[in-house]
């Protein structure tokens, strides 16, 4: 069956450094990828997407990398700040019209270090 | 503009109950989607509904229900309710013919 793993369940990083966060996923039926921030007690928060047409896409301080070859995703963070501490999870989401359900992987703990 | 937005933000049920939670979609937006999400775990697709139809189902039981209004608001309906009904509820919504999906805060579901 389809499904999105996570490598690293927590990771730390010192401010100001970057951040690589990596998902392995399994479907590769699936057509676009999401990645969201989850703070505490909040929902999780749009940050980037990519379709599977692409292999890169960037946005602000943070760049998506997808390798369909290995099924693998991941999510750089550049010059990583305090607020960027929070879970992280990557999202598929399967092919076609009308197939709109979003398969996430259990997350990564991002904590930044001051 | 307001975002995703639900209500209520928290709710204690007794086991056997039912709740409803609602949810009012991003402006422009007319797709819902509703998740639940256990602690420490990542969301889990419920249904998603369009036109006030429910278009796709994941792997819950009946007891999981919905409704999408012409102003495209959206309820979820959980029958007799189960310990394991515990979760954050989180509704999804998106604009016709978008990719992106963007989720309200969520509404935190305790059974006792």
């Known amino acids: 069956g389809e499904s999105v793993g996570l490598h690293l369940p927590t990771l730390s990083v010192q401010e100001g450094d970057n951040s690589i966060i990596n998902c392995a996923y399994s479907n590769s039926a699936s057509d676009y990828f999401i990645w969201y921030k989850q703070e505490s007690g909040k929902g999780p928060q749009f940050i980037i997407d990519i379709r599977s047409n692409m292999d890169k896409r960037q946005g602000q301080r943070v760049t998506v990398l997808l390798n369909k070859t290995v099924k693998h995703l991941s999510l750089q963070i550049a010059a990583t700040q305090p607020g960027d501490s929070a879970v992280y999870f990557c999202?598929?989401?399967?092919?076609?019209?009308?197939?709109?359900?979003?398969?996430f992987g259990t997350g990564t703990r991002l904590t930044i270090i001051p | 503009d307001a975002g995703v937005t639900q209500s209520p933000t928290h709710l204690i049920k007794t086991r056997g109950q039912q709740v409803t939670l609602r949810c009012s979609p991003k402006s422009g937006h007319d797709t819902v989607s509703w998740y639940q999400q256990a602690l420490g775990q990542g969301p889990q697709f419920i249904f998603q509904y369009y036109e006030e139809e429910e278009r796709q189902r994941g792997n819950f039981p009946d007891r999981f229900s919905g409704h999408q209004f012409p102003n495209y608001s959206s309820e979820l309906n959980v029958n007799a309710l189960l310990l394991g009904d515990s979760a954050l509820y989180l509704c999804a919504t998106r604009r016709g013919g978008g990719y992106e999906q963007y989720f309200g805060p969520g509404t935190r579901l305790t059974v006792t």
């Open positions: 999202a598929e989401k399967g092919r076609g019209f009308g197939n709109e359900k979003l398969t």
